[in-house]
């Protein structure tokens, strides 16, 4: 499982879906996780993706409405040719798999651009994370035998991208608010 590093930068304050969130951030520092240690891998039967970031707080409990939890997702598109900057269009959706502490369980999303995700269940992910060391370790895997509209298909021997992001529950990042890879990584899945 080879790593490489990919560089993160928060995202847009005007790719934001609504003008309360421009507003409220506009000023504010986030998506200041600059690094994620990426490494894929499969087994024939599933996808793994095991992601690093450094952490100086683990925000795994949720205990008022003012915490937020750490959280990473991978982005994949579900039609070649899909955005990575604008979550993807009607035309050309992206499928992010998520995970975040203080959920435990990780799920399946669709968006069609910017504030349109959509809750897809757990489509098959799986996730084991581990707090250490102040940083998280997260694995997240899926099968290849899902076949659901708004679902990225993967199959081992296909070229296809891979975009992340990271949100930092002590700086009360959640959804737009968050560091995000700017460009498509390129996936390939060897046979």
Not at 52 to 66: A, F, H, K, N, Q
Not at 143 to 172: C, K, Y
């Amino acid at each position: 499982m080879p790593g490489e590093t990919v560089q993160l930068q928060p995202t847009p304050i005007g790719s934001q879906p609504s003008h309360y969130v421009i507003n409220s951030w506009r000023e504010k520092p986030y998506g200041e996780s600059g690094l994620l240690e990426v490494s894929a891998a499969h087994n024939g039967e599933a996808l793994l993706f095991r992601l690093s970031w450094p952490d100086p707080t683990e925000d795994g409990r949720i205990d008022d409405t003012d915490r937020f939890g750490d959280g990473v997702a991978v982005l994949l598109p579900v039609v070649e040719g899909a955005t990575l900057q604008s979550m993807g269009s009607v035309e050309r959706p992206v499928n992010a798999w998520y995970w975040r502490a203080d959920l435990g369980a990780p799920f399946s999303v669709t968006a069609k651009g910017f504030g349109t995700t959509v809750r897809k269940g757990n489509g098959s992910i799986t996730a084991f994370a581990r707090y250490q060391d102040k940083a998280w370790h997260v694995v997240l895997a899926r099968s290849f035998d899902v076949d659901e509209e708004g679902i990225a298909a993967l199959q081992p021997g296909m070229t296809t991208q891979a975009g992340f992001a990271v949100w930092q529950g002590s700086n009360r990042e959640r959804a737009g608010i968050k560091a995000a890879s700017a460009e498509w990584e390129p996936l390939e899945i060897e046979v």
